[in-house]
């Protein structure tokens, strides 16, 4: 069976070149859509406007992002620098390019609101608010808020030039510039950084990405999704198959293709996305497969190729849905539970099947023993914590979740678990139903 699969898995990987849209092996780059709180919308255009916009849907060239009041939304770049937006912001992704030496440059236009860059450094990115341009090839963590009467940059970290009609302006570590868009953005620098309302949300989510992107048990040349393959789920070597890499919470049943949503974008068609808070990087790039015993396993690979459509194997030993595109419109289609409204509750329960679909990033202390424990009793009732709420100080001054140790990859276990405690009251924590569902 390994020979077959493997055969299967080359000629696949052979004939995704023909599979993908031009644009996806030229010039053109796509970025994931990585987290999506409250009314967020999108304009992908394709002639319907601004839509809903759902996790994990890709973001292509001239795409517009907004928030609603109420809206906070993460984009992932390939190498894992992230842009997070907040409440009543708008932005637009003027250039997602890759230059002929083969780096990666993103231009991004903050049209109002305020973003988190946390800039890696790997590649290039120009950030344009007011008048003015930050145009970065190095690390750099900063905050940037465009309103009515005035403009402020502020650096958490490294050294951030912009440039604008007094010319270039450095803006160190831990300090504020400020430009009176009235006064042609005439600019001034404070020797501090007054916090916002949104810095723990922005701190937490890098912290989340730095903790969980470092244990990396995967080939992938890329940064995008890597954190979330390891939160959610685990990698393994499997006889016959190599690295595999699997959901927690999946169970007889499940198949990675029975919920997502189709997204239409000009030139290239439509776009399947996961809803899934891990279901990036499995549904861009390799293949999928049913392992007996196991279940439906991503196989890391064919990462120069870019998936519009995710390939699978074929099995006769379990279903699995058909990857269908709609007909007929341009509009975003979603299927299975990515259409059904995502409602706070503050309790869940949790079954083989949910393969942590609408587990919050860092709401649960430790996914591998809830896992474990819903492998054992069948389900358990949980309490989830607010997203990043569960944490810890460490020393890099951020915080991280609580309940590890060890790293997030499978090599070891917590000993303490949210799915054997018993309280009701604390954060993340669970109790366990037995003898099958509720």
Not at 204 to 220: E, F, M, R
Not at 372 to 388: C, D, L, N, S, T
Request: net charge neutral; proline share 5%.
């Amino acid at each position: 069976m390994s020979t077959r699969f493997l055969s299967g898995l080359v000629l696949l990987t052979t004939s995704s070149l023909i599979s993908l849209p031009a644009t996806a092996s030229s010039q053109a780059r796509i970025v994931r859509l990585s987290d999506v709180h409250g009314a967020v919308q999108i304009n992908k255009n394709s002639g319907s406007g601004f839509e809903r916009a759902f996790l994990n849907l890709p973001i292509t060239q001239g795409t517009q992002l907004k928030t609603l009041a109420d809206g906070r939304a993460e984009v992932e770049f390939e190498d894992g620098s992230s842009l997070r937006l907040a409440p009543n912001s708008s932005i637009t992704f003027s250039a997602l390019s890759l230059n002929d030496s083969g780096t990666r440059s993103s231009t991004i236009n903050l049209a109002q609101g305020m973003a988190y860059l946390n800039w890696l450094g790997k590649d290039e990115v120009s950030l344009k608010f007011s008048q003015e341009t930050v145009a970065l090839d190095h690390p750099a963590h900063f905050r940037v808020v465009d309103a009515s009467e005035q403009a402020s940059l502020a650096v958490f970290k490294g050294e951030v030039d912009v440039n604008g009609p007094e010319g270039n302006l450095t803006v160190a570590k831990n300090k504020t510039a400020s430009f009176d868009l009235a006064d042609n953005d005439k600019s001034k620098i404070a020797n501090k950084i007054q916090e916002a309302a949104l810095d723990s949300w922005d701190k937490d989510a890098t912290s989340y990405h730095d903790q969980y992107a470092k244990v990396k048990n995967d080939p992938s040349p890329y940064g995008y999704g890597l954190s979330d393959l390891n939160y959610y789920g685990n990698f393994m070597t499997v006889p016959g198959y190599g690295m595999m890499w699997q959901p927690f919470l999946t169970g007889a049943g499940w198949d990675p293709f029975m919920d997502g949503v189709w997204g239409f974008y000009p030139g290239m068609g439509y776009m399947f996305a996961s809803p899934y808070p891990w279901g990036w990087l499995p549904y861009r790039y390799g293949n999928w497969a049913f392992v007996p015993s196991i279940g439906w396993m991503w196989q890391p690979g064919g990462w120069n190729n870019w998936l519009a459509v995710p390939h699978y194997t074929a099995s006769t030993l379990a279903p699995v849905h058909s990857l269908v595109a709609p007909t007929g419109t341009t509009k975003t289609v979603a299927i299975g539970r990515a259409a059904e409204p995502t409602l706070a509750s503050s309790r869940m329960t949790m079954r083989s099947g949910s393969a942590g679909l609408f587990v919050a990033r860092g709401s649960i202390d430790n996914m591998r023993s809830l896992n474990h424990e819903v492998e054992k009793k069948g389900f358990v009732e949980m309490r989830p914590a607010p997203q990043f709420a569960v944490q810890t100080q460490h020393r890099s001054g951020f915080s991280a979740p609580v309940g590890f140790q060890g790293d997030m990859a499978g090599r070891s276990v917590a000993t303490t678990s949210t799915a054997t405690s018993a309280s009701s009251s604390s954060a993340g924590h669970a109790s366990s139903g037995g003898g099958g569902h509720k």
